[in-house]
């Protein structure tokens, strides 16, 4: 027979704290003002709100934590945790263990927040309770320490913070001081943009909210919240990366685009930057652009050495279509470019229709799309065919157009490199179809298509033997029993140091997943079949799909079980349903 949870009163009852008619009085008033009976008791004075947390923590078997003695909170690490959950939920990151995130919150019973946190921590998730009042002292004290540590860098920096004004005046000094490298908000700027470049990042976001600005930075895949800048040098920092991006300062209303190069550590780096508006003001994201990170070498992006044979007979073959699939930020244009770089010799012509142009390469005729000019990616690509190239690179197939131009230059006798957006490898046949594509040219202008994702790789200064890996994680990677007895496998956990800034990883990789083109899977193109059955098609022909790809990864040490299970997690359950 199930056992019976108590209630709050009961519990507060049974202490002595309150009477059963304050209970009762207390009850009346929750309902009336449509309030809890824990915040009516506190409100009416009959219970304090550590008592109510107590009852709390009692009625669900959880530990009771006062945040302002206990000695748990001198294990809290605020950096487990976006600060924008943390201050949404009022919630306070203790610990993170063996995969399980410890969080103290005001209330267990809150869903919504722990379906989110599961979420965006890709955690399980145990808690311990606390008073409201006091997470939120302790959060709000936290915040202010983070606004001190600012202004404590400024001030190493040399900026004198009443030189950072606010409207007209901030624009102005952004304006005046464009080419004086010793002005105030030139050196924050810079700094800004130096530690990102320092510290492995690849995107820099720069996110107005209601009364701070936000400072992140993207490494190896993940936002890392680095500063909560003043707001009011908001107006100062977003008028100093347009002019330097050559962006409209004046203009708030819609997007604009821009561009700086850049000499950091003498080494010279370019950034795309993106300004938008957005509710508190433009939101600017700068996307930093290595030249070297597309000249790493074939070897070095993560393929094994039979993903890797293929890879070289793909790029080699005289025509056809080679896809490369994933969502954004997944490598894709990484890849090809690697490709190209093997490819690009005095007896190649290789020519190139972008998006933006991203990277530049000596030696290959590289073109920039401008819709707004009548320059479409469908545009140049017809114009690429008439100087007779050997290779071309189409920045992404978006629409039906520039699919049938492409599929007709694979039929002439062109190699064509090009992306889509699509989960899978199978998928892109799919699309294809459904942009209006023939399937007979899909059919026979396809030569392979190659699914990635990037995972983080473990970093090797810390990384510890994961002796006791968790169920659950396993079985989405599908790593069984008999894999972890051969000899040459062993799993390892992330730890964290200061090398890897105590994430545990450094650096990323790519998963593959190969499918190529064979009869079967042609005839099922020809016939419109369903994804599903080309997937089948393609696994049954030797495809390994990118959990599995993954999976070695983990089992040879390179990354954890975990970073699979989260970057591969859609394509694991998809196994374990048809299981």
Not at 284 to 305: C, H, K, T, W, Y
Not at 509 to 526: G, H, K, Q, T
Request: with cysteine; proline share 3%; glycine share 6%.
């Amino acid at each position: 027979m199930a056992r019976t949870r108590k209630k709050i009163g009961q519990i507060l009852v049974r202490w002595g704290i309150v009477t059963e008619q304050q209970v009762e009085k207390a009850l009346q008033v929750a309902k009336g003002k449509g309030a809890r009976l824990g915040e009516a008791l506190v409100e009416l004075n009959y219970a304090t709100e550590d008592d109510v947390a107590k009852a709390i923590a009692g009625q669900f078997g959880l530990e009771y934590i006062d945040v302002e003695t206990s000695d748990v909170m001198k294990s809290a690490d605020m950096q487990l945790m976006d600060m924008e959950l943390v201050r949404k939920y009022l919630v306070i990151p203790l610990e993170k263990k063996d995969g399980r995130l410890k969080i103290l919150v005001h209330d267990p019973m809150d869903l919504e927040l722990m379906d989110t946190i599961r979420f965006r921590m890709n955690c399980e998730v145990d808690t311990v309770v606390g008073a409201r009042s006091k997470i939120k002292s302790y959060i709000d004290g936290m915040s202010s320490e983070t606004s001190r540590s600012i202004d404590e860098a400024m001030r190493d920096l040399s900026i004198d913070m009443a030189d950072l004004r606010g409207g007209k005046e901030a624009e102005q000094l952004a304006v005046e001081t464009d080419g004086d490298h010793d002005a105030p908000v030139v050196r924050l700027v810079h700094k800004m943009i130096t530690d990102a470049v320092n510290g492995r990042a690849s995107d820099i976001h720069l996110e107005p909210m209601a009364n701070r600005v936000r400072l992140r930075y993207r490494i190896d895949g993940v936002c890392v919240e680095k500063d909560n800048l003043p707001k009011r040098m908001q107006s100062s920092i977003i008028t100093r990366l347009k002019i330097m991006s050559g962006m409209k300062i004046e203009e708030r209303r819609i997007p604009q685009d821009g561009r700086i190069k850049l000499k950091v550590n003498n080494d010279q780096v370019d950034f795309r930057v993106s300004a938008c508006p957005a509710y508190h003001g433009e939101s600017v994201v700068l996307r930093i652009l290595r030249p070297d990170s597309v000249r790493i070498g074939l070897a070095n992006l993560g393929f094994e050495q039979d993903h890797l044979d293929i890879f070289n007979k793909i790029i080699r073959r005289p025509n056809g279509i080679f896809l490369v699939t994933g969502p954004t930020g997944s490598g894709k244009t990484t890849t090809l470019y690697s490709a190209l770089d093997v490819l690009n010799r005095p007896d190649k012509k290789i020519i190139t229709a972008e998006d933006p142009v991203e990277y530049n390469f000596s030696g290959i005729n590289q073109c920039q799309v401008h819709d707004e000019i009548g320059l479409s990616f469908a545009r140049i690509l017809r114009a690429m065919l008439r100087q007779a190239p050997n290779i071309v690179l189409v920045g992404e197939i978006r629409d039906k157009e520039v699919a049938e131009v492409a599929t007709q230059a694979a039929l002439t006798g062109h190699l064509v490199f090009s992306t889509l957006h699509t989960n899978d490898a199978p998928s892109a046949i799919t699309r294809l179809i459904d942009m209006g594509v023939k399937p007979f040219l899909v059919a026979s202008s396809i030569q392979a298509v190659m699914a990635q994702r990037l995972i983080r790789v473990l970093c090797d200064n810390c990384k510890e033997p994961d002796d006791d890996p968790n169920p659950y994680q396993l079985k989405l990677c599908g790593i069984t029993d008999e894999d972890l007895e051969h000899e040459s496998h062993q799993l390892y956990r992330p730890v964290g140091c200061p090398q890897c800034n105590n994430t545990g990883y450094r650096g990323r990789r790519a998963i593959f997943e190969f499918m190529l083109m064979n009869s079967e899977i042609r005839e099922l193109a020809f016939k419109r079949a369903a994804t599903s059955h080309m997937r089948k098609a393609a696994i049954a022909g030797g495809m390994r799909t990118l959990d599995n790809d993954g999976k070695l990864k983990a089992l040879h040490g390179a990354t954890s079980a975990e970073e699979v299970a989260r970057v591969a997690q859609v394509e694991g359950m998809v196994e374990m349903a048809e299981d």
